[in-house]
């Protein structure tokens, strides 16, 4: 069976401090508790402390992820982060596509082909987001949206590149507004979802691609979740800064 996973999205949450606290402290819990949580657990801190966390959690499971990279290799990019910069202190996930990216930086499909490129060709696992708004769910045009989604982004690689992905299906109407889909409708789309990446790639890849479920997963609600055939884990926002809450969520 396949190990569920659980991936903090950190967003542009925690300090130096906070940061470096929360990981030495969650790696300490996990280490006491002694319970069997199997799940592979990946956090996703800002830029800033990406090294530091990453040098934290060294010799441990847990990994770390970036929350972005810049499409282009290097440059004159004032502000921005590239992958091979990542790769030269030990980073190899990186989460792409995610809607607050889409919206608030205008990441259309056609940059996202572009980060995808890139973080591929400096071997990273590629964490990437895909889902509907509100107005398209009531319009009942979300498996259209998904699809499309698909079609123009993650489906433009060959199996072997696929093998490179999670993907993480993130109704945004359900992304920090403490309002998630249910398991069933989360079920539902993911069952969609294998099935797209059974037609594009066969049967092998469709069993083995990772389908996480994202949009205000809670220490309640995160089981029920897990519980489903096609959901392979979470993305978290709001409920894994606190360390508590995290952790439950590692134990449901
Ligand atoms: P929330 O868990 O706060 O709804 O955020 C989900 C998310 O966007 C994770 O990437």
Redo the contacts with the bound molecule.
Sequence with gaps: MKKKIVIA?W?MNHDFHETTSFLRNLLKKIFEQKINHNKEIIIAPSFPFLHISNHILQGSPLKIAAQNIHQMDKGSYTGEVSASMLKSIGISKV?LG???RRKFFCEKNNILLEKIKIALKYGFNIIF?IGETYFERNKNQQFNVIKDQLKHTVFHFSENEIKFFHI?Y?PIW????GK?ATYQQAQKMHEFIRSLFLKKYGENISNKISILY????NNFNAKDFFLQKDIDGG??????LNLENFLKIIYS
Excluded: V, Y
């Excluded at 359900?174 to 507004?177: E, V």
């Excluded at 993305?235 to 894994?240: A, R, T």
């Design positions: 999205n967003k989460i995610h809607s607050e987001c993480a993130e359900a992304i920090g507004t998630s994202g949009g205000s997963i993305l978290i926002g709001n409920f894994s």
